[in-house]
C-alpha cells in the first residue's frame, strides 16, 4: 500500500516512497541535506512512537517517546503500526520582506510516517519529521477521521532525552511576569519548567535550543524535566486544565530543535523562519522597519505620567515638541502612549481595567498631532494598551483601527499588561495564542503593523504575516528604569535565548544611563557605548532611540543611532560566549556599508576584529563609537570615545569594551 500523506504544493522532488507494513522492525532513517544530523524514528515493542537524534557521531537525543493524551478518550501512543512512509527533499530560497538577511536558503529532508492502531478503533496519526543542517523538528496530524466530537488534549507526551546533560539558560514558566524574567543558567538535570526557547550547551560540546515553529490554533508548550537529562512537552493550558480544545483534526506546532558547533551560529539559524508558511501578505508595500522615538521613557522614569494631569506626557503641546524634535533630526517614527481615555494611577493592576481606544485624554487632540506629524514628515505610532482585558479590547477593536486609518497611522503597539489575559487565561495558552493571532490578521485587514507588548513567544509568524514586526516577550530596558534592573550579563545572553525566536522591541539607546532626572538609586547596567551597540546586537526591524530628546541634543553619538539601519541584508555573528560577549556585523540593504556591535557582561574584554567579512575589492571609513579610556560601568559610563580610520577587509581592528561596555562602528564605503 502507498499513502500519499500529502500533497505539497511546494516543488518538491519526492525521493522515496514505501509501504512499511511489514518493515515496521527496521528503524526509518532520515539525514540532513549535508547527512550532519540525523533522526531515526522506530514504535517500541508496544507499538510507541519513538524517535532519536544525532549530529555527526555525537548522539543528541536518545530514543524518546511520543503521544497524546486525551479527555473521555483513549490516549493515543502506543498499538501503532506503520502503514504508510514518504519521504522527499526540498531546497529553494526564499526573500524575506524585512529581516536580518534577505535571502534565506529552506534545505531539508523529510520523512512523513503515517501510524494506525492495530486495536479495534483504528484511529491515525501522522508524524512529519524533517532534517535540517542547522536543527530538527517534528510535528503530529491527527487527520480527520470520522471524530465528529471535540477533541480535548490534556497532555502531550513528546519527549527529549538529552544523552548529555548540559548548562541550560532558562526563565521560568507560570510566572507572573510572563516571559520577564532574568536568566538563570543550571544543569538541565535540576530544571524545574521552563520557556522555550531554551538554549543549552551540552557536555557533548554542542549547542542547542528547543522551540517550537508555526504555532497556530493550539497551546504553546512550555518544557517541564521529569527526570535525569529528560525534558517533555508541557502545553500551557486553559483555565479549566484543558490543554487544547480541537475539533476533528489538528495539526501541532513543529517541535523544534537547533543543533551547533557553536553557540553563535544558533543565532544565523533560520530553522524557526523556515518552518512557517510562506508570506500571505500580497502587497507589503505598506510594511516598513522603521525607528522611533517616544513619549514613553518620560513615563517610565517618572517625569511624566501615563494619565491625565499634571505630568501628563501625550499632551498636544508636548507631542509637537517630540515631533520637531523628530524632524530636525530625520526619526521617521514618534510612539505616544497615554493618548487615550481610561489611563489611572491604578492602570496597571490585573483588574479588568477599561481603556477606551477611540476617545482622547484630555489635553491631547489626535487628529492636531497627527496633521502636525504628517506636515512635519513624521509618522506617530498608535498605542493599545488592553490591561489584559481582552473582551473590552475585541470589542472595540475594529472602531480603534478605523481610526488609525482616519488619521493616517499605520503602526499599533498593542500592550498586554497583567498576569492573566481576562485575568482567567495565560497569555500563552490556546486562548492566547488565538487571541494574538486574531489580531494579527484583524491587523492586516487594516493594513497596520504590529508591534506586541506581553506578547505570547514568536514562533516565526513573522514570515506569514510580515506585518508582525516585534514584540517585547523578555525583560526590556524598562526595568532599568524602575527596578534593580537587567545586569550587564543580561545582554549578552538574550542574543543565544529570547531573541532565536524573533525580534526583540527592547527600546535601547538610553546615552544618559544614569537615568539623571529618574528614581533615586535606578539607572541602566550598561555604557552609553553598550547602549549603541545594541541597536546591532539586538535585531528588530523597527528600533526605538528610548532616552529623552533633551539627552541627545548635542550628543555627537547620537549620529549612529541616526544612522544604524533596520533593515539588513546580511548578519554575521563573529564571535561569542552565552552570558559572557557578543560580535555582530550587519551589511546595511540600502547600502554597501556594514555596521558592528559588540558587548561584554561585567568583565572588560579587548577584541582584535577581523575585518574580513568587508568587501574585499573596497576601501572604508570605520567610525568608531567605543567606551572611552577609562570608562566601565561605574566609572564616567557616558563616555563615548569617537574616532576614525580608513580600513579594508585586510585588515583587523582592536576593540576595548569597559566592564558592562561595548563598541559600535559604523564602516562606510568609500568610493574609489
Ligand atoms: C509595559 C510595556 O512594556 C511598556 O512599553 C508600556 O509603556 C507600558 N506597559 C504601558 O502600557
Redesign the pocket.
Known amino acids: 500500500m502507498i499513502l500519499n500523506i500529502r500533497k505539497y504544493v511546494m516543488a518538491a522532488a519526492v525521493i522515496g516512497f514505501t509501504s512499511c507494513k511489514e518493515q515496521k522492525q527496521e528503524p526509518l532513517v532520515l539525514s540532513s541535506p549535508s547527512a550532519v544530523n540525523e533522526i531515526q524514528f522506530s514504535l517500541s515493542t508496544e507499538g510507541v512512537p519513538t524517535y532519536q537524534v544525532s549530529h555527526g557521531e555525537i548522539q543528541v537525543l536518545n530514543p524518546s517517546e511520543l503521544g497524546f493524551v486525551f479527555k473521555d478518550k483513549d490516549s493515543l501512543y502506543r498499538n501503532f503500526e506503520i502503514v504508510g512512509v514518504e519521504q522527499r527533499s526540498f531546497d529553494k530560497e526564499w526573500e524575506q520582506v524585512w529581516g536580518e538577511k534577505k535571502t534565506i536558503r529552506n534545505n531539508y529532508n523529510e520523512l512523513a510516517v503515517q501510524l494506525q492502531e492495530t486495536g479495534e478503533k483504528k484511529r491515525k496519526l501522522n508524524i512529519e519529521f524533517r532534517a535540517y543542517d542547522d536543527g530538527i523538528a517534528f510535528r503530529y496530524i491527527f487527520p480527520e477521521q470520522g471524530v465528529k466530537d471535540s477533541i480535548f488534549i490534556m497532555d502531550e507526551l513528546t519527549k527529549f532525552e538529552l544523552a548529555q546533560d548540559g548548562k541550560a539558560w532558562w526563565i521560568p514558566a507560570y510566572g507572573e511576569q510572563r516571559y520577564e524574567y532574568l536568566f538563570t543558567e543550571s544543569p538541565v538535570s535540576t530544571l524545574d519548567t521552563v520557556h522555550t526557547p531554551l538554549t543549552i550547551e551540552s557536555k557533548s560540546g554542542l549547542s542547542l535550543s528547543f522551540h517550537e515553529a508555526n504555532l497556530i490554533n493550539f497551546a504553546s508548550t512550555t518544557l517541564a524535566h521529569t527526570q535525569g537529562t529528560t525534558l517533555k512537552t508541557d502545553l500551557v493550558p486553559w483555565a479549566d486544565g484543558v490543554k487544547v480544545r480541537i475539533t476533528d483534526s489538528f495539526t501541532t506546532p513543529w517541535r523544534s530543535l537547533q543543533i551547533a558547533e557553536d553557540p553563535t551560529q544558533l543565532i544565523t539559524s533560520y530553522l524557526i523562519l523556515n518552518l512557517n508558511e510562506p508570506n500571505k501578505i500580497a502587497d507589503t508595500s505598506w510594511i516598513k522597519p522603521f525607528s522611533y522615538i517616544g513619549i514613553?521613557w518620560g513615563?517610565?522614569i517618572g517625569k511624566y505620567t501615563?494619565w491625565e494631569g499634571e505630568n501628563q506626557g501625550a499632551t498636544t503641546e508636548n507631542a509637537k515638541k517630540y515631533i520637531d524634535f523628530a524632524a530636525q533630526e530625520g526619526i521617521d517614527h514618534l510612539l505616544i502612549?497615554g493618548w487615550n481615555k481610561g489611563w489611572t494611577p491604578d492602570w496597571?493592576k490585573n483588574a479588568m481595567h477599561q481603556f477606551n481606544f477611540t476617545k482622547q485624554a484630555d489635553n491631547f487632540d489626535l487628529e492636531k498631532v497627527t496633521d502636525y506629524a504628517a506636515e512635519h514628515n513624521v509618522r506617530i505610532i498608535g498605542y493599545h494598551?488592553t490591561g489584559s482585558n481582552i473582551d473590552n479590547y475585541l470589542k472595540q477593536i475594529d472602531s480603534a483601527f478605523a481610526l488609525y486609518n482616519k488619521v493616517g497611522i499605520h503602526d499599533v503597539k498593542i500592550?498586554h499588561?497583567g498576569s492573566l489575559l481576562k485575568m482567567k487565561e495565560w497569555h500563552h495558552g490556546q486562548f492566547g495564542v488565538n487571541y494574538f493571532r486574531y489580531v494579527l490578521e484583524k491587523a492586516v485587514e487594516y493594513k497596520l503593523t504590529v508591534l506586541y507588548?506581553?506578547p505570547i513567544k514568536a514562533t516565526g509568524e513573522r514570515r506569514t504575516y510580515p506585518n508582525m514586526m516585534a514584540r517585547?516577550g523578555a525583560r526590556?530596558q524598562?526595568y532599568n528604569a524602575w527596578s534593580d534592573g537587567n545586569p550587564p550579563a543580561y545582554t549578552t545572553i538574550l542574543p543565544f535565548t529570547r531573541l532565536l525566536s524573533g525580534p526583540m522591541d527592547f527600546t535601547a539607546g538610553i546615552l544618559d544611563v544614569e537615568i539623571s532626572q529618574g528614581y533615586p538609586g535606578r539607572r541602566v547596567h550598561s555604557t552609553a557605548a553598550k547602549q549603541l551597540a545594541l541597536l546591532v546586537c539586538v535585531y528588530s526591524p523597527i528600533q526605538m532611540f528610548a532616552d529623552l530628546p533633551e539627552n541627545y541634543q548635542g550628543q555627537p553619538a547620537f549620529q549612529f543611532l541616526k544612522e544604524v539601519p533596520t533593515d539588513w541584508e546580511d548578519t554575521k555573528v563573529l564571535n561569542g560566549a552565552i552570558g559572557e560577549y557578543i560580535t555582530t556585523v550587519r551589511k546595511d540593504i540600502h547600502s554597501e556599508d556594514w555596521f558592528l556591535g559588540s558587548m561584554t557582561n561585567e568583565e572588560p574584554r579587548d577584541f582584535e576584529i577581523s575585518l574580513s567579512f568587508l568587501d574585499p575589492d573596497a576601501r572604508y571609513e570605520a567610525q568608531i563609537y567605543a567606551d572611552a579610556q577609562g570608562t566601565d560601568l561605574n566609572n564616567k559610563p557616558e563616555a563615548i570615545s569617537i574616532t576614525s580610520k580608513e580600513v579594508t577587509a585586510k585588515d583587523s581592528l582592536t576593540l576595548h569594551l569597559g566592564a558592562g561596555g561595548g563598541a559600535a562602528v559604523r564602516f562606510k564605503q568609500l568610493s574609489n
Open positions: 514613553w513615563m517610565h501615563f502612549e496597571y494598551e500592550g499588561v507588548h506581553e517585547e526590556g524598562e
